[in-house]
């Protein structure tokens, strides 16, 4: 698909096949390994198509023929008879067709030969995080998502986990920590919100030669199996919040878990069943039709958002984006990835202008997620990461001017303008007759002088009387 030559990609990357060639690897194609289900979604002939064909490509074997899976909207399931006659379902919080036909298409998309789906990220995590035992060590990152920081800091106060959060980035970092007790390593990348790119094949691998029985699971909200598979970079767990690029309309929560070995995947399906947390099979038929265009929505997203990143950075912002040349890591992660994935950030140096910009733009919501159809601008020490208290916060160097753009699927120029309009409202930049630049730029590129930029200048405060050059 197109967002493998998009012009984020670099060059020794473009024209390769969407790393096809490795997904679908240990995809078990006629289901023999999958859970029993009525509804099979992988194609019975066998045939591997490229995954943006995967994505919308179903197959089930409903009585009628229904092109769209029905909503298996039933808590129960009648038996034939009483005595050890249950069918293949007898509850939904054990099992639903619905649900059981969405596990095997992400399981397919996800190149696992198993998918679990849950009603929410977190409870993705929840789930994954009961294989923990009292006195197990948990090494993750200093930046996580709020709710991940939050999970594992009530699990280390009230189940005795202990968890060390290191610098991800660096592979050392993990290893210097890692004992016989650490049995999870738990990653993101790209980190939300600082995008910083962790190297998920050498801390497999540093984890793994270290501890072989530890489990590395990796969280892949930002990129979505779209753009990144784990599982065939080292990891054992990949998992999700399938509220976000998955269902791609902010209408559904959902998580989703990823895994190939089959022993991992009956503990916490176990798990599962035993909490009561499967996806309710109305929520598990609007995700399999949100994922069903995820290529074409991520495609325009990405493109959307790489034209943002570059003209926030060509006004002298610093912006983190995976896409852009100037990002530190920039080739670890095209090594990983198909895609830089459309969650950017970037700093204005000032909480107060930060705050000005969010609140002065117009068709960027003021929303936590991302991954929606829709382009959201949010400040997360407020908002995702507020949960992260302010010491811990400085700790981890996350700038609290931060904000953090999750672009959508609009005209990318309407992107374009109503930001520009919300920065030069906010006061946020130095306006000249043909230009703008962010305040405090040249002191961070060391000094360069700026022909547009007028020593001394005010920044505009009146929208009104200022005009906004693109
Ligand atoms: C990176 C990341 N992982 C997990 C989650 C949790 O997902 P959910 O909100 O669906 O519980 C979120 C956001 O909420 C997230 O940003
Ligand atoms: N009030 C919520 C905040 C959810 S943040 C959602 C998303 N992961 C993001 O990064 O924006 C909470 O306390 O969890």
Known sequence: MSS????????????????????????????HDLPPSPAPSSPRNGRKYALATELVYTEGNDQYNASSVPIYQSATFKQE?????????????????????????????????RALVVSSGMGALDVITRLLRPGDEVVTGDDLYGGTNRLLKYLATNGGIIVHHVDTTNPECVRAVINSKTTMVLLETPTNPLIKIVDIPRISEVTHAANPSAIVAVD??????????????????????????LSGHHDLMAGVIAINDPALGEKLYFTINASGCGLSPFDSWLLLRGIKTLGVRMEKQQ??????????????????????????????????????????SFETGDVNVSERIVESARLWAISVSFGCVNSLISMPCRMSHAS?????????????????????????????DDLSRALVQA?????TVDNFRALGADKRIGGDSDEDLTEGKQPAQDPEAASVPS
Request: aromatic residues 6%.
């Open 427 to 431: 006061g946020a930049v130095t306006v």
């Open 303 to 344: 493109a959307n958002a790489q034209r943002i990143a570059e003209f926030l950075e060509s006004h002298g912002f610093k912006v983190r984006y995976p896409g852009l040349r100037s990002h530190p890591q920039y080739d670890l992660h095209w090594s990983m990835a198909r895609g830089a994935g459309a969650v950017l």
């Open 4 to 31: 493998t030559s998009s012009s984020s990609a670099p060059e020794s990357y473009k024209g390769k096949a969407n790393g096809l060639g490795k997904a679908f690897r240990n995809l078990d194609i006629d289901g």
């Open 220 to 245: 892949n909200t930002m990129l979505s199996p779209l753009l990144q598979n784990p599982l065939d970079l080292g990891a054992d767990i990949v998992y999700e919040s399938g509220t976000k690029y």
């Open 388 to 416: 992260i208290d302010a010491k811990t916060r400085a700790e981890r160097q996350l700038p609290e001017d931060i904000i953090r753009l999750c672009v959508g699927i609009e005209d990318v120029e309407d992107l374009i």
């Open 81 to 113: 008879s009483a005595t050890g006659g249950a069918g293949e379902y007898d509850y939904t919080r054990s099992g639903n067709p619905t649900r059981t036909h969405l596990e095997r298409h992400l399981a397919k998309i996800m190149n696992a030969t």
